[in-house]
Nanobody, 124 residues
Framework: QVQLVESGGGLVQAGGSLRLSCVNS????????LAWFRQAPGKAREFVAG????????FYPDSVKGRFSLSRDNAKNTLYLQMNSLTPEDTALYYC?????????????????WGRGTQVTVSS
């Protein structure tokens, strides 16, 4: 049974870095596209990074491109999100998600499994 568990969130000053991790404690990441989303209070869930099923391509929106980097380790069933040059606008609850697709979609409704999230707070 799929169970996604995120970790690595916390409080960091603007300009700092965090590395988020997501583990599928219930099985494997193989065969799934993976992504990170975030949701700030009062805002819609936002796609921040995705990686395709093979791990060969990653996708980022302009808001995080050049600052965030996604990687996956299928052997460890772990997905990572390295976040650099953080700003207060990056403050949100960050979620890991899995989809039975080849390419990581930007729409949250296309994902089949979700973690409970890890909070990232960036102070100014």
């Amino acid at each position: 049974q799929v169970q996604l568990v995120e970790s690595g969130g916390g409080l960091v000053q603007a300009g700092g870095s965090l590395r988020l991790s997501c583990v599928n404690s219930g099985g494997t990441f193989s065969g799934f596209a993976l992504a990170w989303f975030r949701q700030a209070p009062g805002k819609a869930r936002e796609f921040v990074a995705g990686i395709n099923r093979s791990g060969s391509s990653t996708f980022y929106p302009d808001s995080v491109k050049g600052r965030f980097s996604l990687s996956r380790d299928n052997a460890k069933n772990t997905l990572y999100l390295q976040m650099n040059s953080l700003t207060p606008e990056d403050t949100a609850l960050y979620y890991c998600a899995m989809a039975r697709t080849t390419v990581a979609a930007t729409k949250a409704t296309l994902y089949d499994y979700w973690g409970r999230g890890t909070q990232v707070t960036v102070s100014s």
